[in-house]
């Protein structure tokens, strides 16, 4: 079901995203999908939990390099 979530989203951002808060796909390239909105939420309550971001970086790549090349921390082991 698509609810036109990424859309809205793409349309309503600044065209300078911050790479820490982008999906994997979207760092491939590929257009934003309903599943990118979700991943981006989770990265925000990620942060809200413990501080960080799931993933760290300034630059697109190094931050799509951490994403497909392992986990993010638990929340636990970073309290």
């Not at 999906?23 to 979700?38: F, H, I, K, Q, Y």
């Not at 960080?52 to 931050?63: H, I, L, R, S, Y």
Request: charged share 30%.
């Amino acid at each position: 079901m698509q609810l036109g979530l990424a859309e809205q989203l793409a349309a309503a951002e600044a065209t300078e995203r911050d790479p820490r808060y982008v999906s994997p796909e979207e760092l491939a390239g590929l257009p934003a999908t309903e599943r990118s909105v979700v991943y981006r939420f989770g990265a925000l309550l990620y942060e809200l939990l413990c501080g960080e971001v799931p993933f760290d970086g300034t630059k697109p790549g190094d931050v799509h390099d951490q994403q497909l090349r392992s986990p993010p921390r638990r929340l636990r082991d970073r309290h």
